[in-house]
């Protein structure tokens, strides 16, 4: 469960310009244990690799309490083009921060451990931010700084980058970015607090991306991510350097008729992160995205090394109520990185339905089924049985 209270503030300026800001806090807790194995009752683990200079340690469950949301913004208004074609967005502090569909960044902070709710993730905002936003009618210009919060401080990034989007009227949206990623942590043994030395990561990440209906009731999506990633390893006995070049995108296709019977849409997408790829940091957009599969997405398998085709049919019987039916296909692009003989993972059958109760109540239901193919068999060490997962999830606003 989490709970989490939050405060917004407007201070109005002339020319409709005008200061913001937001304050949140989250209390979150987990009983028992969840199947990511981070979430246990009295257990003590080590926080790999730090730079602490003391024993890094923290028990393994059930709850935290942490600020969410802490910012400070300026909106330029009127003040620079009476029409509004023109205006500045200048923000910063721990805030929520979006690209594109969020297939590699949406979310800034990790959930579980010892925070508690690793599959509601209350905690989403990045944090020592930098935003400014530069907008001139259809076009979006952007540069950022990002740190995001991970569970363990060694594992600390930094985000710096530009995105430019362009907005065709309402039907087609196009957008290109450039990404650094950076990270640094001095190397120790478990529990020692001497260090072994020094790793740096200096990742170069070009995204291009575009959403547009070629035709009526038809929307297509892709992205596209070209990687360089570097690795530089000091230590006192040795130096090394690795590089690697890596790609990964989507192609999605959607058919939806509202003026049919339950308002059906249908759609495929086809995902690749070729052995290497850095995910960074994904979020929740839509079930199964960027946690592809509820049982495979939210445990087991990272966005890396990985082929998955998505199909899935949306029903809407009454505007309060959505009917998700997803299926998904898992196969590795390496087997061989993870010592494996084949590369078909399984399948995976997610049945999900969302209920907006009334105004302030969202309920949540899951059925899901995962069918381990040879890969799986061998990456889950052997067990070949169906897996089944059930969750309840709901959600109060006030």
Known sequence: MSVKPNLDATLNLPSDSKLYGGFSYVYSSTL????????????????????????GRYNNYHYGNTVEDLFLGWQSGKLLDEEEKITVDLSGGRQNYKLGSGFLLHYGADNGGNLGTGWINPRTAFDNTLLGRFNFE?????????????????????????????????????????????????????????????????????????????LENFTISTEYAYQINTTKTNTLESADKSRIHASGGFGQIEYKREDLFWQPAISYRYAIQEAGFDSMS?????????????????????????????????????????????????????????????????????????WAYNDSLDISVGLEAFIPSEAGKEYLGGGNQVWFQGMLAASYAF
């Open 138 to 214: 259809e076009i979006k210009l952007e540069g950022f700084y990002l740190e995001t919060r991970p569970l363990n401080p060694a594992e600390k990034r930094s985000y710096q980058g530009v995105n430019l989007e362009y907005h065709y009227s309402d039907t087609a949206t196009f957008g290109v970015s450039y990404i650094k990623t950076g990270n640094k942590r001095f190397l120790h043994e478990n529990g020692s607090t001497t260090p072994l030395g020094q790793q740096v990561l200096d990742n170069d990440t070009y995204n291009a991306r575009a959403d547009f209906s070629p």
């Open 282 to 354: 994904p979020g929740f957009g839509t079930w199964s995205t960027w946690f592809q599969g509820e049982i495979n997405g939210e445990w087991i398998l990272y966005n890396s090394n990985l082929i998955t085709h998505v199909g899935r049919l949306v029903l809407t019987p009454e505007e309060s109520v959505t009917l998700n039916l997803i299926y998904l296909n898992y196969t590795f692009v390496n087997p061989s990185a993870f010592g494996l003989s084949s590369a078909n993972y399984g399948n995976e059958i997610n049945f999900l339905t969302d």
């Open 32 to 55: 028992g244990h969840d199947p990511s194995g981070y979430t246990q009752k009295g257990v003590e683990m080590y926080l790999q690799e730090t730079d602490y200079t003391t024993l």
